[in-house]
């Protein structure tokens, strides 16, 4: 059973640009969570969503940033218009439901350059 | 809101000495209170967790107590590693249990040394 799986790894992209970061929950998971961690901080929660809907979008900037997990496929975490203060790990997260069953991927390192 | 303090690092012991990384946390409600850790290059890990007032959570030597009195979560081995050198995350549920995300501290970083 593979668990969370993130791609890329690692992303560069420069000013302006769009960043795409894809995350595969683990199997039979429906809940996706994620987050940010800017360097020398912990994670900041950014959203949680279930299969087609955005259930908490507290944590995510206004402007430029956008979240989906649609019936098929990954959960996508979309950057417009990238600026450097974006550069950041992005991790996300998934649970069967709530949040004693969560699992981490092993992230996406996004550099704006 | 909620939030967690957690001592700044780094902190760096030699291998089989004692350690604690405090934690302390602000929020409303009855939280559950967990500690991740994060290895170099990698994403967290669930350490433990404790979920109500005086629950022990353990795991892999490690064990920390939900007091609710001082509104604390330590983190303590008895005898650490080398392989234990990681950064430590504190963290808690806000009062919507799972509905809602988790609150991190900033991490404490721990180097071990042989």
């Known amino acids: 059973n593979a668990g969370v799986m993130q791609n890329p790894r690692h992303l560069v992209r420069r000013r302006g640009q769009e960043a795409r970061l894809r995350c595969s929950p683990m199997k039979g998971h429906s809940h996706v969570y994620w987050y940010r961690q800017l360097p020398e901080e912990g994670l900041k929660f950014m959203v949680y969503?279930?299969?087609?809907?955005?259930?908490?979008e507290s944590g995510m900037p206004k402007e430029r940033f956008s979240a989906e997990f649609p019936k098929e496929g990954p959960s996508i975490l979309r950057i417009q218009q990238v600026v450097r203060g974006d550069s950041a790990a992005y991790f996300c997260a998934s649970s069967p439901a709530g949040v004693d069953g969560y699992t981490f991927g092993s992230g996406t390192r996004l550099t704006v350059v | 809101g909620d939030s967690v303090t957690q001592m700044e690092g780094p902190v760096t012991l030699s291998e089989e000495a004692f350690l604690t990384i405090n934690c302390t946390y602000t929020?409303?409600?009855?939280?559950?209170l967990f500690w991740y850790v994060q290895y170099p290059g990698e994403g967290l890990q669930l350490l433990l967790k404790?979920?109500?007032?005086?629950d022990k959570g353990s795991n892999k030597g490690f064990e920390a107590t939900y007091r609710k009195e001082t509104t604390s979560f330590h983190l303590e081995k008895g005898s650490v590693q080398v392989s234990d050198s990681a950064v430590y995350f504190c963290a808690l549920t806000g009062s919507g249990g799972g509905a809602d995300g988790l609150t991190f501290g900033k991490g404490t970083h721990l180097i071990i040394q042989p």
């Open positions: 969503l279930q299969k087609e809907n955005i259930i908490d």
């Open positions: 929020a409303t409600g009855y939280p559950s």
């Open positions: 404790a979920t109500k007032a005086d």
